[in-house]
């Protein structure tokens, strides 16, 4: 019989072509997620039958980029291209006088390389509230995000789950950081990084926006002071 599973790892039972031994052979694959460019090491293994075993590809195709052992059961390579692969697996084993199979149906999911896709972080003020949600494309969710380099401002900081940076700036500046993320491919995981730069004014604004220092003639009800700062009016 022949069944297809989801999940980190998947298992298919099939009938043993033996008259001598009547039995079942098991099959798992584990991982079932690869990514383009990383390296992927997938492991064939089966239970029931007699050792050793023989593998093959009996229907569909391996991404390309990886191959099958036959003697070991081992897949592995680097992915060329990210999408679904649907295969069939055939085990043999060295049952006497014939040799049981069974055969199962896998699906491979190869993830695109990961990326960092945030472009570019908005510039702010000091002592005005900072937050800007950085994001990833590709490569195995859940991500981690970390500062591999560089510093942020004073006063804000990364959160490594949710990619977020956030604070309220205590000083103005140019600052640069590197920032990295990880996914979850397994065994190894996949990198990938990205240099921001943030610029922070020194000019301090009040809470509507306004210029918190500006002289106000004849008093604290005078007019709304404005300038321009880069391509914005505070």
Same mark, same amino acid.
């Given at each position: 019989?022949?069944?297809?599973?989801?999940?980190?790892?998947?298992?298919?039972?099939?009938?043993?072509?033996?008259?001598?031994?009547?039995?079942?052979?098991?099959?798992?694959?584990?991982?079932?997620?690869?990514?383009?460019?990383?390296?992927?090491?997938?492991?064939?293994?089966?239970?029931? /039958?007699?050792?050793?075993?023989?593998?093959?590809?009996?229907?569909?195709?391996?991404?390309?980029?990886?191959?099958?052992?036959?003697?070991?059961?081992?897949?592995?390579?680097?992915?060329?291209?990210?999408?679904?692969?649907?295969?069939?697996?055939?085990?043999?084993?060295?049952?006497?006088?014939?040799?049981?199979?069974?055969?199962?149906?896998?699906?491979?999911?190869?993830?695109?390389?990961?990326?960092?896709?945030?472009?570019?972080?908005?510039?702010?003020?000091?002592?005005?509230?900072?937050?800007?949600?950085?994001?990833?494309? /590709?490569?195995?969710?859940?991500?981690?995000?970390?500062?591999?380099?560089?510093?942020?401002?004073? /006063?804000?900081?990364?959160?490594?789950?949710?990619?977020?940076?956030?604070?309220?700036?205590?000083?103005?500046?140019?600052?640069?950081?590197?920032?990295?993320?990880?996914?979850?491919?397994?065994?190894?995981?996949?990198?990938?990084?990205?240099?921001?730069?943030?610029?922070?004014?020194?000019?301090?604004?009040?809470?509507?926006?306004?210029?918190?220092?500006?002289?106000?003639?004849?008093?604290?009800?005078?007019?709304?002071?404005?300038?321009?700062?880069?391509?914005?009016?505070?």
């Amino acid at each position: 019989s022949l069944a297809t599973c989801g999940g980190a790892e998947s298992t298919v039972a099939g009938n043993m072509a033996s008259s001598s031994s009547p039995g079942s052979l098991s099959l798992t694959l584990s991982p079932l997620e690869g990514e383009v460019q990383m390296a992927y090491l997938g492991t064939l293994k089966a239970s029931g /039958g007699t050792p050793p075993y023989n593998w093959k590809v009996a229907a569909g195709v391996l991404p390309a980029g990886l191959r099958l052992d036959s003697p070991s059961g081992l897949i592995e390579g680097s992915p060329v291209d990210a999408g679904e692969y649907g295969f069939t697996i055939q085990v043999q084993d060295s049952s006497q006088p014939s040799s049981g199979t069974a055969t199962g149906d896998f699906k491979l999911t190869v993830a695109p390389k990961l990326q960092v896709a945030t472009t570019n972080l908005y510039h702010s003020f000091v002592s005005q509230p900072y937050a800007a949600t950085l994001t990833a494309w /590709g490569g195995i969710p859940p991500y981690t995000w970390s500062v591999a380099s560089g510093t942020l401002p004073q /006063g804000m900081s990364l959160d490594a789950r949710t990619g977020k940076i956030s604070g309220t700036p205590g000083k103005g500046g140019e600052f640069s950081a590197t920032i990295q993320v990880t996914d979850s491919l397994k065994p190894s995981p996949a990198v990938a990084s990205k240099t921001f730069g943030l610029s922070i004014s020194d000019i301090r604004l009040d809470p509507y926006g306004g210029l918190a220092d500006a002289p106000v003639p004849g008093g604290a009800t005078g007019y709304f002071h404005t300038t321009k700062v880069g391509n914005r009016w505070v």
